[in-house]
């Protein structure tokens, strides 16, 4: 893609804009860490409520001018404000193929644990995705979650395989893989809500105290969907384990891209009986909500572990 007067636009700028982006609201974020506002905001997928805060606000306006003065054209889709703005299209020479580029943005993730003032549990997420109607194309092509605590980054940009982690404090820089020789019994998943909330085989293999689990057991966390993936993809968990219900495309953009290039896979429950089988990721260009069965994320090198596991049970 060529941008007027200075000519194209390729992966690597676009990788380094996006994680420029990132940083500047981790830095917005972490210094109104004690000095916030914030208000109730109804939330039609939760059971509960749900806050913005200050933090949340200015983080959105951060990304919002540095996105729009750089990508002139991209589509945004944010959270705050029921935001969307839609993209302009990229047409393929001598073709009548449309492209669009739509960016998503959860400017503070984790919104209550950022105002119980904790520690960790709250992150900042951007996607880029690219849309193609005529080819029935949606994809993750790009994603950056950054920790403004640690100053952390876990991203991918478009055309590449890889996905780093990134120390902004060290500088260190570190290309993430999955450790297929990994016994499930020998490490946690982690899960978000209470066991009772799961089914009954995810219930049992997350019980640490049977000889039927699969995993070792079981650690509770919630705060940013984000920082639970970043935990899944350090390898500090072998799986994670989520609820059914709903959720949105700035929740799940970032989180897919990184996903499906590290290779996991979301395992998702059949109802009908009682067993988790492979699903896809779900990837949209709108604010419309997505639908969540129970899904267990787990590694590829995993899936027939956890089928052979799955036919053993009683």
Known sequence: ?????????????????????????CAVIRAQRFSFTSEEKTVE?????????SADRKAQEI?????????????????????FTDAAPYREPNTDIDHFYFFTI???????????????????????????????????????????????????????????????????????SFDITTDPKSIYVHIRDNPDNFS??????CNGSSPESFFK????????????????WKGQYGGLLLKPGKTTVWDTAPIVGICKKLGFVPMELNETT?????????????????????TLIINESLVEKLMTWQQQLN
Not at 1 to 25: C, K, Q, W, Y
Not at 45 to 53: G, R
Not at 217 to 232: C, H, M
Not at 281 to 294: A, G, L, M
């Open 200 to 205: 009954g085989i995810g219930r049992k293999m």
């Open 1 to 25: 893609m060529n941008t007027e007067h200075f000519g194209p636009l390729n992966a690597h700028n676009i990788g380094s804009l996006m994680r420029d982006a990132v940083l500047r609201a």
């Open 45 to 53: 997928y939760k059971s509960d409520i749900d806050y913005v805060t």
């Open 106 to 176: 959860d400017p503070l993730d984790g919104t209550k644990a950022f105002k119980r003032k904790q520690s960790d549990g709250f992150s900042s997420m951007l996607g880029l995705i690219h849309y193609c109607p005529k080819l029935e194309i949606c994809e993750v092509i790009g994603a950056c979650i950054g920790d403004p605590m640690t100053n952390e980054l876990f991203y991918t940009r478009p055309g590449s395989l890889r996905v780093h982690q990134l120390d902004q404090y060290s500088r260190e820089r570190e290309i993430l």
């Open 63 to 83: 990304y919002l001018e540095f996105l729009k003065n750089n990508f002139p054209g991209f589509g945004i889709i944010a959270e705050e404000d029921d935001l």
């Open 217 to 232: 057991d079981y650690e509770l966390q919630g705060g940013s969907i984000g920082i639970s993936f970043a935990k899944l």
């Open 274 to 294: 009682g067993r988790y089988e492979q699903g896809e990721f779900k990837v949209i260009s709108t604010r419309d909500y997505i639908p969540q069965k129970e």
